[in-house]
């Protein structure tokens, strides 16, 4: 086992490289880059000579010479002021020696600081991260804390009345978009046009810290009752079909049927034997689950309950180009995601010791 472990583990190296090369080649095709969206932000502010500051007084007289046109905008500013923030962003080196040096700074987890934000991109994601950890976290484990449960109820009563209706509430809920059920809830209990029972804007109350322990507890999940149940939705439904198919297809095999021929209580078949080969295939899908849980829907749900979490982090930094949270978020959490996929296949082992990645044949 350990020397699969190392295979994967290097195997991890070319794959984050090669996901950081495309993603940095197909940036650079992309219009407005930092650049352009400064000068958009000095042209806004009426008088962008005003702004240029230091030694710009000078070349603020010549706004009609020496201009640059490479940029969009940049017409009338002098070129002096254009080349200044070309350093200043690192865009006075050609693409491969930007994007080397930013490996360079990545691989010693130095993720610089956010062009317009004036800190560092690790505390950036630090102070951003309680919102999606608790969408994601809570999200996942109610996810799986129900929809089991409910998939080996429905494989051992297929064709029961109660499979029937919760099928057709399975799939109503699937087809349901998770910004739609957000809105559905916010409309009957967070005020909308019902009942006001829980609160619509942010993580916790204005006097949290004044609370006592027992009364941070439950304002915490006073606040993420909603944001939670429509971020798990789709999780809930897709993960309670898998485990139904799944035991299903346990169910039928000959191992079974001798358990069953030979005595053995129904409870002790189920989860004494079916239950540890058919949560492999739930076990694989928890990466995919998780990280989707994690970041794929929170920009929605986090705007929708006005939280400050990753998903609109990503969201502004892809806006507004700014490159340092956009690479240095994507490096982190593809690496982070691939650590996470080789958790769950020795968590494979751990429940079937029959599996063995080291000697099968690659």
Same mark, same amino acid.
């Given at each position: #086992?350990?020397? &699969?472990?190392?295979?994967? #583990?290097?195997? $991890?190296?070319?794959?984050?490289?090669?996901?950081?090369?495309?993603?940095?080649?197909? /940036?650079?095709?992309?219009?407005?880059?930092p650049i352009e969206q400064v000068i958009?932000?000095?042209?806004?502010?009426?008088?962008?000579?005003?702004?240029?500051?230091?030694?710009?007084?000078?070349?603020?007289?010549?706004?009609?010479?020496?201009?640059?046109?490479?940029?969009?905008?940049?017409?009338?500013?002098?070129?002096?002021?254009?080349?200044?923030?070309?350093?200043?962003?690192?865009?006075?080196?050609?693409? =491969?020696?930007?994007?080397?040096? #930013?490996?360079?700074?990545?691989?010693?987890?130095?993720?610089?600081? *956010?062009?317009?934000?004036?800190? !560092? /991109?690790?505390?950036?994601?630090?102070?951003?991260?309680? /919102? *999606?950890?608790?969408?994601?976290?809570?999200?996942?484990?109610?996810?799986? #804390?129900?929809?089991?449960?409910?998939?080996?109820?429905?494989?051992?009563?297929?064709?029961?009345?109660?499979?029937?209706?919760?099928?057709?509430?399975?799939?109503?809920?699937?087809?349901?978009?998770?910004?739609?059920?957000? $809105?559905?809830?916010?409309? @009957?209990?967070?005020?909308?046009? +019902?009942?006001?029972?829980?609160?619509?804007?942010?993580?916790? !109350?204005?006097?949290?810290?004044?609370?006592?322990?027992?009364?941070? $507890?439950?304002? +915490?999940?006073?606040?993420?009752?909603?944001?939670? @149940?429509?971020? *798990?939705?789709?999780?809930?439904? %897709?993960?309670?079909?898998?485990?139904?198919?799944?035991? =299903?297809?346990?169910?039928?095999?000959? &191992?079974?049927?001798?358990?069953?021929?030979?005595? @053995?209580?129904?409870?002790?078949?189920?989860? %004494?034997?079916?239950?540890?080969?058919?949560?492999?295939?739930?076990?694989?899908?928890?990466? %995919?689950?998780?990280?989707?849980?994690?970041?794929?829907?929170?920009? $929605?749900?986090?705007?929708?309950?006005?939280?400050?979490?990753?998903?609109?982090?990503?969201?502004?930094?892809?806006?507004?180009?700014?490159?340092?949270?956009?690479?240095?978020?994507?490096?982190?959490?593809?690496?982070l995601g691939l650590f996470i996929k080789?958790?769950?296949?020795?968590? +494979?082992?751990?429940?079937?010791?029959?599996?063995?990645?080291?000697?099968?044949?690659?």
């Open positions: #086992m350990s020397a &699969y472990i190392l295979r994967r #583990m290097l195997l $991890i190296i070319p794959t984050l490289f090669g996901i950081m090369v495309i993603n940095f080649t197909l /940036v650079q095709f992309l219009p407005g880059g958009a932000q000095l042209e806004n502010s009426g008088n962008p000579l005003d702004r240029i500051g230091g030694d710009g007084g000078d070349a603020g007289v010549q706004t009609q010479t020496g201009e640059d046109s490479r940029y969009k905008g940049a017409r009338g500013l002098p070129r002096e002021f254009i080349e200044r923030l070309e350093r200043q962003y690192g865009f006075d080196k050609p693409p =491969l020696e930007r994007f080397l040096l #930013m490996m360079k700074s990545y691989i010693t987890f130095d993720f610089g600081e *956010s062009y317009f934000r004036s800190i !560092s /991109v690790i505390d950036l994601v630090l102070e951003k991260m309680p /919102v *999606s950890i608790s969408l994601g976290l809570w999200s996942t484990l109610i996810a799986y #804390m129900v929809a089991i449960p409910l998939g080996i109820r429905k494989a051992t009563r297929e064709g029961s009345r109660f499979d029937t209706w919760s099928s057709a509430v399975l799939i109503a809920a699937y087809a349901i978009p998770g910004f739609l059920f957000a $809105i559905m809830l916010v409309v @009957l209990f967070a005020g909308g046009s +019902y009942w006001r029972i829980f609160p619509l804007r942010g993580l916790t !109350s204005n006097n949290f810290a004044d609370l006592t322990l027992l009364g941070q $507890i439950k304002d +915490y999940f006073w606040h993420i009752t909603l944001p939670v @149940l429509a971020g *798990s939705i789709g999780a809930f439904t %897709g993960l309670a079909m898998l485990t139904k198919n799944s035991f =299903l297809d346990e169910i039928k095999k000959q &191992y079974v049927v001798t358990a069953r021929a030979k005595g @053995l209580p129904e409870r002790r078949v189920l989860y %004494g034997h079916v239950f540890r080969n058919a949560m492999l295939i739930v076990i694989a899908g928890f990466p %995919g689950i998780f990280i989707s849980v994690f970041f794929g829907g929170s920009l $929605i749900i986090e705007t929708i309950f006005s939280l400050d979490g990753l998903g609109r982090l990503g969201f502004d930094a892809a806006i507004t180009r700014d490159y340092p949270v956009m690479f240095g978020t994507l490096f982190f959490f593809t690496l080789l958790v769950s296949d020795l968590t +494979y082992v751990w429940i079937d010791p029959r599996i063995d990645f080291e000697h099968r044949q690659t």
